[in-house]
């Protein structure tokens, strides 16, 4: 690899655009969840947004211990 290449690679960018993309994601999910009026907020709504806040928990447990 060029040196140029091994300078980009190093500042590991496609993690943190990966998770930014996935806090973008989250944040619109809850948001959609939040506006939802009382008589649709049903066990299915309330299993989505618990199972994405689930995922990004981990998500975020992975990136933050992969960190150097």
């Known amino acids: 690899m060029t040196i140029a290449?091994?300078?980009i690679l190093a500042w590991k960018l496609l993690?943190?655009?990966m998770?930014?993309?996935m806090c973008y994601?989250?944040?619109e999910i809850l948001n959609w969840f939040v506006t939802l009026p009382?008589?649709?907020m049903t066990s299915q709504a309330t299993a989505l947004?618990?199972?994405v806040t689930g995922a990004?928990?981990?998500a975020f447990?992975?990136?933050l211990g992969h960190e150097k």
């Open 5 to 7: 290449m091994e300078r």
């Open 15 to 17: 993690p943190c655009v």
């Open 19 to 21: 998770m930014a993309v």
């Open 25 to 27: 994601a989250y944040l």
């Open 38 to 40: 009382l008589e649709a």
């Open 49 to 51: 947004t618990a199972t």
């Open 56 to 58: 990004m928990t981990g």
């Open 61 to 63: 447990a992975v990136w």
